[in-house]
């Protein structure tokens, strides 16, 4: 069986299989230390408790030609890019980046310059939202490619007992609770599919979705405002709201439904793509926002609390209700279309 | 100015110049908890002080057809080795390995079955030497590339005040102090030319020089050793002796006199190439044996306490000096021909 032939949620499985199947030490201990793992493989980062806390760790990385092309993207946000969707990695767990190394496979006719552009646009992603570039790996590689990593910390003040209720995991969400966002969706597939297809709108709208594409933000101190807030559940949104809402159900248990009528879908991409701005928002990928289960007694402080907007688009369900997407007059619609077979391209 | 245009490490120094010029937190405060980065890219792994003692970083990537070629490496060798090189980074720090994240770029055509045999190989290397696979990323690829990032922990008896003597560095090599290595040197690259040029040698030969290259040994347990006895400068031998010995000079100020006769080349290598041993010993990559600087007085207690034979084989000298290799009658051996050439093929 060959790479092809199965995707690539089945082979993280039978790699993470041999791992589960090895007597790899899980919990280090050493004197009076030990490390004790929490999470592995399946959320946007693993974590471990350490003598002094809450560690995670996630890694990222782009590919010339399968995640980016240099024709339809600068060097600066490459680099922004590329530390972002590991920023947001760590934002969906609620913590707060620290360190990072990068590792760049490199062909030998890239412009030097160019990388240093990357460097400055990876470095001004961590000025802003945190974490440090501390080291990493230089190497010739036929294809160009960036893998970062990036370790986080959850808040300190936890201690052991209870911080397993301090970060954002993927399966923790219940039924009853209100699907939350932040932010709003669709634009960053908006952004792409202009540059793409070289489609021109009016100054501020193209500039929106261009930003809304190149350099998105990652969500890191209303991650940690979330769990402040008691939030336990989330995810970011980097495959598309139906996907990624899909991984949160599954890790959880349960169904959900959404109402497409709350959908937080801003003016810019309305104008820009009158048609299909629902699809874009339902299924476009990369909008980098976080996707939450709250409580809704507490939907009130949180919206108040936060400095994005948030926007509750539906509830949580029972599992066998599955997830689905209704308009205003609770008619499902349909969605397995092309949003599905957009994320066949990314396997 | 293109990649080609450069050397690896002027290009290193170049994206570090980005990351000192930036105003990237390098000290991270948080409440009571700070992160104060010690070392950062120029040593075998990043350095920080956290909370509860010092933790290191390290990443290395293998591509193919740069690195491997998987008509002369099986599968587990190759994850085998992928972990270890940066095993032996963490080793080269004296710090004990911790979690690590596995990012795989996969063309399409590969093996499944092929996979989960590196991935068995990479969790055996754990099993046996520390660190535990934690997550990581598989994304689609032309190039096949696996990039591991990995962290590891200082001893945790070190306090706050003296623990950067704890550790290993590049940087701490004094003139007076003898050159000194783990293991023997050279089997490697010999095992490395005899799988390329379709040698063959009797039976255990062969099989040595090819464990050597496939199945190199991280010297884990001796450089956490070595921090115990007070060593505080070594290096891992991935590049080369000279070439490392070079980094490990140029980091500390200083030069070394190496003694050809001194060099603990095995029986095995002398026999495969009677006429080529000393220039595989000097110059050969991928050894993964510790390179270290150590007070005279105390080598007769290394030597006894370490598991790994332990040979010195020169003394740091005046940075005036170089680094020079003289054979048992003091003349100089001329070591820039083929040594040098055969790292021009690594940049």
Known sequence: MLVKDIGEFRLIEMLSAVLDNSETIRDVRRDDAVFRLQLSIGDDAAVWKGPAGTRVMTSDAMVEGVHFDLDHIGWADLGWKAMVVNLSDIAAMGCMPLYSTVTLGLRA??????????????????QLYGGSIVGGDVVRSPTFFIAVTLTGSANPDNNWEDDAARLLT????????????????????????????????????????????????????????????????????SDGLVDDLNKLCEASGVGARLVSD???????????YPDDWLTLALTGGEDYELLFASNKDTMG?????????????GEFVDKSLGVTVVDECGSEIAIRGSGWDHFAQHE
Chains 1, 2 share one sequence.
């Open 301 to 313: 402080q949180i919206t108040s609390t936060l400095d994005v907007p948030v926007t509750v688009i």
């Open 170 to 237: 993927r399966d923790a969400a219940l039924v009853g609770d209100v699907v939350a966002i932040t932010g709003t969706l669709g634009c960053s597939t908006g952004g792409l599919r202009m540059n793409l297809g070289g489609l021109s709108f009016d100054g501020d709208v193209e500039a929106h979705l261009r930003k809304a594409h190149q350099r998105p933000t990652p969500r890191v101190m209303d991650g940690m405002a979330l769990v402040r807030q008691g939030v336990v559940a989330a995810i970011d949104i």
């Open 262 to 272: 709350l959908l937080p879908v801003d003016v810019f991409l309305r104008r820009a």
């Open 109 to 126: 006719d890239l412009s030097v310059a160019g990388l240093v552009d990357m460097y400055q646009g990876m470095s001004k992603a961590c």
